[in-house]
């Protein structure tokens, strides 16, 4: 789930802060980066329980119903296509998922209001309307109403954003990310599968180490960084060229010069793909250039000295 662009992505974030800072302190910023990577996961938990904590709401709305009057069979059809969502079930059976629950203390207890207007509106949605229409359902689309009930939540529902947002507040940083990987999950759940939640990192002690060294080497090089950025910039108004396109540069060739095992065109194309993401539409092509004539002359230097896979051009 972390993968290494998204711990580029946390480095970018605190690189950007600490530059922000008259006298940072390199120590704090590291520790709250890697703590960061914990709220990231454990966003990813809350948004993933939100339907089996919705179903569970939707099962005490039956039980007061039948409690005031007999419903009707239009009503009862309406309410138990949530609580026969064969997805939800999956999710709510699956040992390893209730574990991370726990672990991480995820919980969407005493909120039944904001899931009470959750209902309200979607009981007369569309995309309810037309999924119940569509009875009976199977696995697949049962999935698919999932994925969407989470994509209109977020993009239509403001109250339920505003509610994440004040619980998270790495919500804006890694909104992109966890609701991708959450779709990803519900998309892949499966009948009897014993595995729902994909691996938090491919290798946790690398992807730690990765992500602690270069933003301790960006900061110990800041520096020499800057300068190898000024040479090929000197033509540049500094002080209009965007500090994250400095940033996303100075992290470049930091990667290029200090992490032997990273090729080359790997470190360049990732941070061109970030500068997409967070910079300007120029931006691109700028940093694209400049960094081509760092690494062209840190080669020439005889800088530039890979290892094992970081040999791959």
Known sequence: MLNRRFLRIKALQALYSYTQEEKP???????????GLEKTYELYLFLLVFPVEFKAFIVDELALEKSKYIPSDKQLLILQQIIDNRAIGILEQNIAFQNELTKNKISWSGHQDLMRKIWMELKVHPLFTSYIEAAPQSLKSDKSFLIHLMEWLIAEFELFESFVEDKYLNWDDDQILVLKTVAKTIQGIAENTKSILPAKHKDEEEDIKFLKDLFDLCVQHQDELMNLVAVKTKNWDQDRIAVVDLILMKMAI????????????????????????????????????????????????????????????
């Open 25 to 35: 302190d390199a120590t704090a910023y590291r520790k709250r980066l890697l703590a």
């Open 254 to 313: 930091c990667e290029v010069l200090y992490f032997p095992f990273i090729p080359v065109k790997v470190s360049i194309n990732e941070y061109l793909e970030l500068a997409k993401l967070y910079s300007t539409p120029n931006s691109h092509g700028f940093i694209n250039g400049i960094l081509d004539k760092v690494q062209l002359d840190l080669n020439q230097a005889g800088r530039i000295n890979k290892l094992g896979r970081g040999l791959v051009n």
